[in-house]
């Protein structure tokens, strides 16, 4: 198993950045795939972006393409979800989660494994 903690949210003018970062326990943390989710209240959990095992291949939801780049560093088990030019829809809690059987997914089903959440909010 993995336990993951998300870090970085917090209150930010429409246009600027964050840096949101995941840090998940263990030492198997290359053989999960590892996605960021977000929730904004009233509405289900979203879809962010998604990186691969390796870290070679990223996947971003439509909405948040050429905005935000996610990484990830093996060696400190650890996730980066870069959010630049942000705009108030991005208000929402953002979650971290880990995905074992696939090496690349963004289907909220097929991550098992859960942070906390952190919140984003934008101001306009």
């Known amino acids: 198993q993995v336990q993951l903690v998300e870090s970085g949210g917090g209150l930010v003018q429409a246009g600027g950045s964050l840096r949101l970062s995941c840090a998940a326990s263990?030492?198997?943390?290359?053989?999960?795939?590892m996605g960021w989710f977000r929730q904004a209240p009233g509405k289900e959990r979203e879809f962010v972006a998604a990186i691969s095992r390796s870290g070679s291949t990223t996947y971003y939801a439509d909405s948040v393409k050429g905005r935000f780049t996610l990484s990830r560093d093996n060696a400190k088990n650890t996730v980066y979800l870069q959010m630049n030019s942000l705009k108030p829809e991005d208000t929402a809690v953002y979650y971290c989660?880990?995905?074992?059987?696939?090496?690349?997914?963004?289907?909220?089903?097929?991550?098992?494994?859960w942070g906390q959440g952190t919140q984003v909010t934008v101001s306009s």
């Open positions: 989660a880990a995905a074992d059987r696939f090496d690349l997914t963004w289907a909220l089903k097929n991550y098992h494994y």
């Open positions: 263990g030492r198997t943390f290359d053989t999960y795939a």
